[in-house]
């Protein structure tokens, strides 16, 4: 069954801090992002492991291969059990990562194509004409896969794909998840949670549907209310 990892994208670490005991023992799984990460370095990962919260930190690492390694070891010497690099940064910049996370290492994802991005940004900045968001997302997979990392971050649309094509034990970690009427704000290849669930997804990442909720706790029951609806009828 996929778990929720909230995306703790606040700008004050005390507010992050308290909005974790907000929400108390509804989530396990927070992801630190670069906001977070600047401001207080390892310090709030350290805070979130003694509240026994598991760690996924989001810095989508994308650089020479030689920075992006060294950058890669020293997150993986900190608690964390997710790393991310960019997929478009290549398959030697990837395979780095790869072995400088190491064997018992934080698993490393590869984020594909932004869930920000729509067809238009993707033509934009890569200057091509697009067959299709999922090809480009297939391509991306595929480099990712052949350096060796553990999965990919992509939207609930290419899931069901990777899922298929790579099997189980690839992760599939899909950010853009929009409960049903839930504000888009500036993502554009979003899903819910249950087509989440639907398309095989191991990891949700949710970010203002909890965070910028009246009751942070009480979104996220009914996320898992109807996350748990799709699996059972699933079987
Ligand atoms: O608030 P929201 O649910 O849109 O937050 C989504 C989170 O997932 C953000 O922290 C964003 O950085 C991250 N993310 C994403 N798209 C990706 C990879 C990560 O939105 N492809």
Known sequence: MADIIVALDVADPDAALALVDRIGDAVSFYKVGPTLYTLTGPGLILKLRARRKRVFLDLKFHDIPNTVAQSVAAAASLDIEFLTVHASGGSAMMRAAREAAGSNGPKLLGVTLLTSFTPGDVEEVWGKQLLSLRDDVGRLTSLAAEAGVDGVVTSVLEAESVKRRYGPEF??????????????????????????????????????????????????ARIRDEMASVAEATG
Not at 186 to 202: C, L, N, W, Y
């Open 171 to 220: 992760l599939v970690v899909t950010p853009g998840i929009r409960p049903a009427g839930d504000l888009l704000g500036d993502q554009a290849r979003t899903g819910t949670p249950a087509d989440a669930v639907r398309a095989g997804a191991d990891y949700l990442v949710i970010g203002r549907p909890i965070t910028a909720a009246a009751d942070p706790a009480g979104a996220t």
